[in-house]
């Protein structure tokens, strides 16, 4: 026996607590507040909270429904942990994926910073964007180092295999709650007699876009979590690499939309209250498609490296 109980009980609460915080978070964004969004009546779930992007509200419910998922996960290994002192296997697997959850946090910090500045920041003469952008890069550095000491700790001369698969597992929920949440307003927005006809193609289209790319994702890394890990076996690697590229064309493709239709006002942001109905304009300039071409094109790059790399990785493994 390994881990004390301080540690089985430490790892148990702190999943428990992420579970019902982040649970309650995902369940109100991501049930009420973003399929409605592009429903009749766009900010009733969300009138008395803030006045926010629909990018913003869809980033709440997947942060919260993924992180609710992942931590339902090690919350059950780490209650394993308690029952049976003698047993580290359980507590390993409740401390990694307190790891993952570490690392989906810093890379969401990362995102506000060259993505999703425009979310919380603004353009205009009492402009913050340098506020978010520097705050948000200090908090996924801070989430890192303090991510990274455990998992060495963790895993320093032992099999990487677990803590892999623990990535490839996270960044499956994350994709499938994105594909869920933007599919779920895509059939809301379809079904929405209210909007320009013209418009709501638009929207459509940008919504299914985010649904596809991210969705043929979550089918790759749920066939690379599935595959098993032995020696030799190149699957994996290829399909988490295919998954990455497959989310960097969608953020290309969404970019481009964004900026060919940036005249008509459609970026996803804000419900604009017009007479008894509502529209759907850009608030800000194109800070926001232009650096998803630029994001889009590195994760791209990124998924061929990892395809190539876990290929170079396999055949020195063979030599």
Same mark, same amino acid.
């Given at each position: 026996?390994?881990?004390?109980?301080?540690?089985?009980?430490?790892?148990?609460?702190?999943?428990?607590?992420?579970?019902?915080?982040?649970?309650?978070?995902?369940?109100?964004?991501?049930?009420?507040?973003?399929?409605?969004?592009?429903?009749?009546?766009?900010?009733?779930?969300?009138?008395?909270?803030?006045?926010?992007?629909?990018?913003?509200?869809?980033?709440?419910?997947?942060? /919260?429904?993924?992180?609710?998922?992942?931590?339902?996960?090690?919350?059950?290994?780490?209650?394993?942990?308690?029952?049976n002192p003698r047993d580290d296997e359980p507590v390993?697997?409740?401390?990694?994926?307190?790891?993952?959850?570490?690392?989906?946090?810093?890379?969401?910090?990362?995102?506000?910073?060259?993505?999703?500045?425009?979310?919380?920041?603004?353009?205009?003469?009492?402009?913050?964007?340098?506020?978010?952008?520097?705050?948000?890069?200090?908090?996924?550095?801070?989430?890192?180092?303090?991510?990274?000491?455990?998992?060495v700790k963790l895993y320093d001369g032992k099999d990487?295999?677990?803590?892999?698969?623990?990535?490839?597992? /996270?960044?499956?929920?994350?994709?499938?709650?994105?594909?869920?949440?933007?599919?779920?307003?895509?059939?809301?927005?379809?079904?929405?007699?209210?909007?320009?006809?013209?418009?709501q193609s638009e929207i459509n289209l940008l919504l299914?876009?985010?649904?596809?790319?991210?969705?043929?994702?979550?089918?790759?890394?749920?066939?690379?979590?599935?595959?098993?890990?032995?020696? /030799?076996?190149?699957?994996?690697?290829?399909?988490?690499?295919?998954?990455?590229?497959?989310?960097?064309?969608?953020?290309?493709?969404?970019?481009?939309?964004?900026?060919?239709?940036?005249?008509?006002?459609?970026?996803?942001?804000?419900?604009?209250?017009?007479?008894?109905?509502?529209?759907?304009?850009?608030?800000?300039?194109?800070?926001?498609?232009?650096?998803?071409?630029?994001?889009?094109?590195?994760?791209?790059?990124? /998924?061929?490296?990892?395809?190539?790399?876990?290929?170079?990785?396999?055949?020195?493994?063979?030599?």
């Amino acid at each position: 026996m390994k881990y004390a109980n301080t540690s089985r009980t430490l790892s148990f609460l702190a999943h428990l607590l992420i579970v019902l915080a982040f649970g309650a978070l995902g369940l109100y964004f991501g049930a009420f507040v973003v399929p409605e969004y592009f429903g009749t009546d766009p900010k009733y779930f969300a009138e008395f909270l803030f006045d926010g992007a629909y990018l913003l509200y869809l980033e709440l419910a997947v942060v /919260g429904l993924s992180f609710a998922v992942i931590s339902g996960y090690g919350l059950f290994h780490a209650v394993k942990g308690l029952m049976n002192p003698r047993d580290d296997e359980p507590v390993v697997k409740a401390l990694t994926t307190l790891i993952v959850e570490g690392w989906a946090a810093a890379i969401f910090f990362l995102l506000q910073a060259v993505l999703f500045f425009d979310l919380t920041g603004s353009n205009g003469a009492d402009s913050n964007l340098v506020f978010v952008i520097i705050m948000s890069l200090l908090i996924a550095i801070i989430l890192l180092i303090a991510t990274n000491i455990p998992m060495v700790k963790l895993y320093d001369g032992k099999d990487q295999k677990p803590l892999l698969r623990g990535f490839i597992g /996270g960044a499956m929920v994350f994709t499938c709650a994105i594909a869920l949440e933007a599919g779920l307003s895509l059939l809301v927005n379809a079904t929405n007699s209210s909007l320009n006809v013209w418009k709501q193609s638009e929207i459509n289209l940008l919504l299914l876009t985010v649904t596809l790319a991210n969705l043929a994702a979550f089918v790759l890394l749920l066939l690379a979590w599935l595959n098993n890990f032995k020696k /030799g076996n190149k699957l994996p690697g290829f399909m988490a690499g295919g998954a990455v590229i497959a989310v960097g064309i969608g953020l290309i493709i969404y970019g481009v939309l964004t900026i060919v239709w940036r005249d008509n006002g459609i970026h996803l942001n804000y419900a604009l209250e017009s007479g008894k109905n509502y529209v759907f304009g850009a608030k800000w300039g194109y800070g926001f498609p232009i650096m998803n071409l630029v994001v889009g094109a590195v994760t791209c790059a990124l /998924g061929g490296y990892i395809m190539i790399a876990g290929s170079k990785a396999e055949l020195a493994k063979r030599a």
